[in-house]
């Protein structure tokens, strides 16, 4: 089975309290799907749960990476699978270099060296995509970067990785049009066979850039319905209220 797939997954906080209440998504390799949907639906815990964040108890399902199942992996280990991950608010981490931060990545991800030709081999090309200076490399790993220039970072990393699945949570606010014209370069320019990916998103304007081959729409913690890109038109002009009629029609 060459997907990602999510089945039957739930997943609780410590309160107790259940955010996901039993997500199926499947993602063959080689599609972009989006996943759309109101606030606090639990878009972003999903995508922290498939990163392998041990602060959500996942209390039943499973989550398959080829058919294989990553569920008692670290994150480290779930990279290595192929999953990448990028988070709305990625980390500082002071004293480490940008460039390093990626050839380390990319090493571990492989579980080999990776000469320095090689390595910047792809961070020419990516840059070049990303319409990026060199250096962007050499500041340490997101001190001080604005919104915009950790999110293209964050691109940066996913076409330096280049892992087969990628879950991509955009921001619900404040994305601008020149940050999200580099998400949709980066991510088209992965598009192809041997990639697939999520893209989480509340507003319909990121899918004028990348047209995605099917649109989920998640409430209350489910998949409520699928459909193609004109399902996110349709959520752009008439809002989520008729979704979450259908969240309360599922149970
Ligand atoms: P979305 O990304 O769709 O806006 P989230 O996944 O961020 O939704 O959140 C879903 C719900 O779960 C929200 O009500 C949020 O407050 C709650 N939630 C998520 N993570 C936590 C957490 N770690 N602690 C407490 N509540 C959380
Ligand atoms: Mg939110
Ligand atoms: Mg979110």
Redesign the pocket.
């Known amino acids: 089975a060459n997907q990602l797939e999510i089945r039957n997954l739930h997943a609780r ?1 410590e309160s107790g309290e259940e ?1 996901l209440k039993g997500v199926n998504l499947v993602v063959p390799k080689g599609e972009i799907h989006a996943v759309m ?1 109101p ?7 999903l995508a922290k749960i498939v990163a392998g964040d041990p ?1 959500y108890e996942v209390t039943a399902g499973e989550i398959l990476v080829d058919g294989q199942s990553v569920m008692e992996m670290e994150a480290d280990e779930r990279a290595r699978h192929g999953l990448f991950l990028a988070f709305q608010y990625p980390v500082e981490v002071p004293g480490v270099t940008n460039a390093n931060f990626l050839r380390l990545a990319l090493q571990a991800k492989l579980g080999q060296d990776v000469s320095v030709m090689e390595f910047y081999g792809k961070l020419q090309k990516a840059l070049q995509i990303l319409e990026w200076d060199e250096s962007i490399l050499t500041r340490y790993l997101n001190d001080g970067f604005s919104g915009g220039e950790k999110k293209r970072n964050e691109i940066l990393q996913l076409m330096v990785l280049e892992p087969t699945y990628a879950i991509l949570d955009e921001t ?1 606010s404040g994305l601008d049009i020149d940050a999200l014209k580099v998400v949709s370069k980066g991510v088209n320019a992965m598009r192809g066979p041997g990639f697939g990916a999520v893209l989480i998103t509340h507003y319909q304007r990121l899918l004028n850039y990348i047209t995605p081959d099917v649109v989920h729409v ?1 409430v209350e913690g489910k998949i409520v319905t699928s459909g193609g890109p004109e399902l996110a038109l349709k959520l752009e002009e008439q809002g989520y209220e008729w979704v979450k009629g259908l969240a309360v029609a599922a149970g």
């Open positions: 906080i955010i949907g606030n606090g639906s639990g878009k972003s815990t602060s619900d998640m």
